[in-house]
């Protein structure tokens, strides 16, 4: 077996860190070439001494000299800032996208632009370039593998190697499952008051911060039915959301014939970073077997637009096109910093983001500095929404 160099984007975080316990237990298929981290220097510092990147990349020089203060005299590259985030993405032939936000965008186009084997945790990235990023990807020869469970369990379920625009393979519809997060049953009057930690408790998956919250206003629905409508190629018509609040059907693909192809197992990331980090070969992870006789029943039920307005805002800036999906992630991001900060209540998320998609629609992106620009507009707009609901 050949051993690939892989780079960690995002390595102190809930994907990075599952990704480091997957190769772990796989030395012999990976060499690890870099590492990054923002906030969490120790971690880094631990990760780097732990499995030998020959570089680790930070935001800035301060962080840079921590991390050399802590990791001694390892042999350790260190550098610092968004041009070196680029540079090892670009320079490992396997790169785990797995910074959180617009902030991974650069780099997680950077690994698509050099062809490389790009396993994607950061969807804003996807939802932001849309079909920017997929052109890359295309043009480039890259290689674009899901790692969001849904999305990974769709591809599981597509016929492998086809195009999934081919009319020949007969997709009828993609359907993706929700746990309907913390908030799927509570009274609709206690929504206003809840609290960024109760936002932040998932019931089955373990997971960062910010998408936690998503997963809690079901904006990360959205943000994954755009993510499907480009990896997929499915018009956003054809793609359907389904609570199921155990998560262990990950998703289902419908076929014209009436046949349907789901993906079950435990709610461990894990196994989809196992997935793409050994396509097309099948890797061990430590996830526990599935029981379904112990579970002995899957429940379901429609989504609550109403409960779940985030949900409805994602379609329509689906439907809208042009950038209306760089805006609503955009004011997404922005809104939720605010929420979790304690500046702004819960309820006042999808207020920011449909108060800016009002407010601000510019045409499609031609390239990535016009996108960051409409990045950087957006969240100048959804900060004056704040204002407004705050
Ligand atoms: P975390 O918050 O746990 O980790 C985010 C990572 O990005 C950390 O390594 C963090 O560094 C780094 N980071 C944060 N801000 C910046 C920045 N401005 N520049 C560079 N690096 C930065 O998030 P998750 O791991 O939960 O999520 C990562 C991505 O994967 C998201 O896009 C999410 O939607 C997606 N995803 C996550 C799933 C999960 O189960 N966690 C499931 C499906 C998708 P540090 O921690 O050192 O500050
Ligand atoms: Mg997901």
């Not at 965008?105 to 939802?127: I, T």
């Not at 899901?146 to 997709?171: M, V, W, Y």
């Not at 014939?257 to 989809?272: C, F, H, K, Q, Y």
Request: net charge negative.
């Amino acid at each position: 077996m050949t051993t690939q160099s892989i780079t960690i984007l995002g390595a102190t975080g809930s994907i990075g860190t599952s990704t480091l316990d997957v190769l772990g237990r796989h030395p012999e298929r990976f060499r690890i070439h870099a590492l990054s981290g923002h906030r969490r220097i120790e971690l880094l510092a631990e990760q780097c001494v732990a499995f030998r990147p020959a570089r680790a990349v930070v935001p800035d020089a301060p962080a840079a000299i921590r991390l050399r203060q802590l990791v001694g005299d390892l042999a350790l590259d260190i550098s610092h800032g968004r041009a070196a985030l680029c540079e090892i993405a670009r320079e490992a032939e396997v790169v785990m996208a797995g910074i959180v936000g617009a902030a991974g965008l650069e780099s997680a186009l950077a690994a698509a632009c050099a062809g490389r084997k790009v396993l994607l945790a950061n969807k804003e990235a996807l939802v932001m370039g849309g079909a920017l990023f997929m052109d890359a990807v295309v043009h480039h020869g890259a290689t674009l593998l899901p790692i969001d469970s849904e999305h990974n369990a769709i591809f599981q379920c597509l016929p492998r190697g086809r195009d999934t625009s081919d009319p020949r393979d007969g997709i009828a519809r993609i359907i993706l499952t929700a746990s309907g997060g913390p908030f799927r049953t509570t009274p609709l009057e206690d929504l206003r008051n809840v609290t960024p930690d109760q936002a932040c408790a998932h019931p089955n998956w373990v997971m960062g911060r910010k998408i936690s919250v998503d997963s809690a206003t079901m904006m990360n629905k959205g943000l994954e039915v755009i993510e499907a409508r480009w990896l997929f190629d499915q018009p956003a018509g054809n793609i359907d959301v389904l609570i199921h609040p155990q998560s262990v059907i990950h998703s289902l693909v419908a076929y014209v014939d009436g046949s349907v192809i789901a993906e079950l197992g435990n709610p461990d990331m894990r196994t989809p970073i196992a997935h793409a980090l050994a396509y097309p070969e099948r890797i061990t992870t430590g996830v526990a077997p599935l029981d379904l006789a112990r579970i002995a029943s899957l429940h379901f039920e429609e989504p609550d637009f109403e409960r779940f307005p985030c949900l409805k805002l994602a379609y329509a800036a689906l439907a809208a096109g042009a950038a209306a999906p760089a805006v609503l992630n955009a004011a997404n991001e922005i809104a939720v910093e605010a929420f979790l900060a304690g500046s702004i209540g819960f309820l006042d998320i999808a207020r920011v983001v449909e108060a800016t998609l009002e407010s601000y629609s510019p045409s499609a992106p031609e390239d990535l500095a016009a996108l960051i620009e409409i990045d950087t507009r957006a969240r100048e707009f959804a900060a004056r929404a704040m204002e407004k609901v705050a």
